[in-house]
């Protein structure tokens, strides 16, 4: 049932109130990086660091690919909420959940497949190898987990409800690095530690988020399996979902093309590589704060209709999101190297990271727009735009991937990369003019 639809009109406290806490929750996810390779890193081992970055680039091939399962879900609901339906949001979740556990536990007779296919194709030397193997063994333990939190994170931000969604996202990271210590270094399971401490986390989270949520829905609003399993409304789910797949998983290549021409120069700088990687997710997160504002209060503002409110939306995420980017550059340039320090006893890693540090800290200022562009794309549901931009700047990438290095060596990746992060941005700002013309 359908209610009157709200006027809706943006304000910086209603960007505010949604990019300051998802800021807080997504930034948990870089720091439980970061503190599971200081974990590994502290047993001195080059090759257990690569390991692990090789396995988690693996892992999030595929989760990532996946990521559909919260940013679609967010759009859908947020859209649903700008229209006032409180039955269609439910319906959404549903849709979500299903979803999530259809993939997921399929998922877990294939990881050795995937697993073996990702080494492939990255090809690290044999003792990052072996390291990554017995991390993947575990971690793909928790592939329905995973893919359920999705669900659970994207239906709250499409419901506005920003602070919940930091509870979510802090008590399972949290929870994930008090076990990876726990398991990782005082038990001294070393990477086996940490591949534990995220399944057990993960698991726990999930089963008490989804009781939560549910028992919290308006019953009286309740869709019936029909209203669930609508023809119309899955054909549309799978669409977009299909688009931001591909969007991801050529997120995902661009990500593990990087790692394997890192390879390719030495196990060492490898792993000075992924402690910088490290330093771009971190600054990433405070740009997907913004982002997450701008999926929800552009999804509101499909819902309800408002050309303006859309554009107020865009233009206040964007200036903040900018503001940040600077923020962040310069606290990456000033405290870097000894975050470095910090990451990696081996002093052979340190020197490499150190030397490509001013690479790491230009991420967050090439990839601002992307983030934003991203942000209003999903919450409008216009994924083909997406799915198009991210193939066109892939491409790009890739061509720069292959003749910079050739030039400027490690230098000529980062440049690669820095690259291809504002050409996302460019080339989604270019079309949207006319997407929003159409509203």
């Not at 109130?17 to 439980?32: D, E, K, N, Q, S």
């Not at 083909?384 to 931009?389: F, S």
């Amino acid at each position: 049932m359908t209610t009157t639809t709200p006027k809706l009109n943006i304000t910086n406290r209603m960007v505010l109130g949604i990019a300051v806490p998802m800021t807080i929750a997504f930034l948990t996810v870089p720091l439980l990086g970061l503190v599971d390779t200081a974990i590994v890193g502290q047993f001195g081992d080059a090759a257990l660091i690569g390991g692990l970055a090789v396995g988690v680039i693996i892992f999030d091939i595929v989760f990532t690919t996946f990521n559909f399962l919260r940013t679609g879900t967010t759009g859908f609901i947020a859209q649903a909420l700008g229209r006032g339906d409180e039955r269609e949001q439910q319906a959404w979740f549903w849709r979500a959940i299903i979803t999530a556990a259809m993939i997921g536990v399929p998922v877990l007779p294939l990881s050795p497949f995937i697993r073996e296919l990702g080494l492939y194709w990255i090809s690290p030397e044999s003792g990052v190898r072996d390291a990554a193997t017995t991390y993947m063994a575990i971690r793909f333990l928790g592939a329905p987990f995973s893919l359920i939190n999705y669900a659970i994170l994207g239906t709250l931000l499409g419901q506005n409800r920003a602070m919940a969604s930091l509870g979510v996202q802090s008590v399972v990271n949290g929870l994930n690095i008090a076990l990876s210590v726990l398991l990782g270094l005082v038990l001294e399971w070393n990477i086996v530690g940490v591949a534990w401490g995220t399944v057990i986390a993960e698991a726990t989270v999930a089963l008490g988020s989804f009781i939560w949520l549910w028992r919290g829905f308006d019953q009286s609003q309740k869709p019936t399996w029909k209203e669930v399993l609508d023809r119309s409304s899955l054909l549309k789910m799978l669409n977009v979902n299909r688009d931001i797949m591909i969007r991801s998983f050529a997120l995902l290549i661009a990500f593990s093309l990087f790692a394997r021409l890192g390879a390719n120069m030495g196990t060492v700088t490898l792993a000075a590589n992924a402690i910088l990687l490290n330093f771009f997710f971190v600054s990433s997160y405070f740009l997907d704060g913004l982002a997450a504002a701008s999926e929800q209060l552009a999804g509101r503002a499909i819902g309800v209709g408002s050309r303006s409110a859309l554009w107020q939306a865009i233009k206040k995420s964007c200036g903040f999101g900018f503001a940040l980017s600077f923020f962040a550059a310069v606290l990456l340039l000033i405290f870097g190297d000894q975050l470095i320090d910090l990451m990696t006893t081996a002093e052979d890693v340190r020197i490499i990271a150190k030397t490509y540090l001013p690479w790491a800290a230009l991420t967050p200022l090439a990839g601002v727009l992307a983030f934003q562009m991203d942000g209003v794309f999903i919450g409008a549901t216009w994924s083909a735009d997406m799915r198009n931009m991210m193939l066109l700047s892939l491409a790009v990438f890739a061509f720069l991937c292959y003749t910079m290095p050739a030039i400027w060596g490690n230098h000529g990746l980062w440049l690669a990369l820095n690259a291809w992060l504002f050409l996302r941005g460019v080339s989604l700002l270019f079309v949207l003019p006319k997407r929003v013309a159409e509203i």
